[in-house]
């Protein structure tokens, strides 16, 4: 069989299998193809996660009352887009920040996004919040009274931005190919490229009562990315035969980003905290109850049984990994 014949057997047994996968009648579980891919949850964490959970764990250990802290606008000041017109830098480094303050055990007021308890509190201006059911049906349901000074207040802010994106610090490349004189004998070529930019912050923390700046910090990370790639151009009598292969990566701009702001928070709580930099972690607490996922305030006092513990845990809550979760019908 020739190479041409061999080529054609190929992709129609490639699009036979592939139309088996799809199917335009929807199953018996109304999907028309199961998507692919099993990688489960895992914690979204940096190098500097470790050092915010051991945060926690020393202002427990010491009794330390931590101060209450909001976070306000880290917005990207870059001014980059992509070429379709999106932002090249996550507008979510607020979130961020609240999820390293988490980790490290510091007790959070909201101040970024308060559209929710704006409302609820205008619905029990006007006596129309209740949260006990009425006595009797019918009856009027006794409404949310609003008292003063019910909401506490933050001691600091957390306010910043991203303020720098660099693309192309430096590059590197190599490109080889070869082959012989005659063309029909084919030929081979080689390639690859390493480059590097990176992403820097301004972050700052501010008493909130007097609105004195009492810390700021500055960092950039580098950030690398590589490619490789291999090819081979060839004649088969009358046969052509034109292979290539190669593999890119691009260290996550994003969770750079991410890596940057607890960075950011691990200074300033070490700060407040009156921790001893580092070896703040040379011990620890056996009643740990937050993770890299982030912090946690239990409802009730179930400290000796809850999760806190297994947040991490890629396996746990999920239906294919975890022996716990009931495998009934869904």
Known sequence: MTPVRIALALCSASALMLSGCVSPVSG???????????????????????????????????????????VGRIADYTGKAEDNGGRAVTQGASLMAMSALAKAGVPLVERYDTSVSELELKYANNKLIADQ????????????????????????????????????????????????????????????????????????????????????????????????????????NTSVIDASAGEGALEPMQLAVRSLIERGMVEMVSNLYGAPGPRACMARDPLETTGPTGGFIPAYNNLDQNNGRTRADPSRWNDHRDRDVSRGRY
Do not use: W
């Not at 949310?144 to 490349?173: C, H, M, W």
């Not at 609105?211 to 790639?229: A, H, L, P, T, W």
């Open 28 to 70: 018996a579980r109304g999907l028309y193809a199961n998507p692919i891919g099993d990688a489960p949850v895992t914690s979204n964490a940096t190098p500097y996660t470790t050092a915010l959970v051991c945060l926690a764990e020393f202002a427990r250990a010491n009794h330390v009352k931590a101060p209450r802290i909001a």
């Open 133 to 236: 059911p009425p006595a009797s049906p019918g009856a009027a349901a006794p409404y949310r009274k609003i008292l003063a000074g019910q909401i506490p207040g933050s001691d600091f802010y957390v306010v910043g931005g991203v303020t720098e994106l660099n693309y192309n610090i430096r590059s590197s490349g190599l490109d080889v190919a070869g082959g012989h004189q005659k063309a029909t004998s084919g030929s081979a070529e080689v390639t690859g490229k390493l480059y590097v930019m990176n992403v820097a912050v301004d972050l700052r923390l501010v008493e909130t009562k007097t609105q004195e700046v009492v810390d700021v910090v500055s960092y950039q990370k580098q950030i690398v990315g590589r490619e490789v790639g291999a090819g081979i151009f060839s004649f088969f």
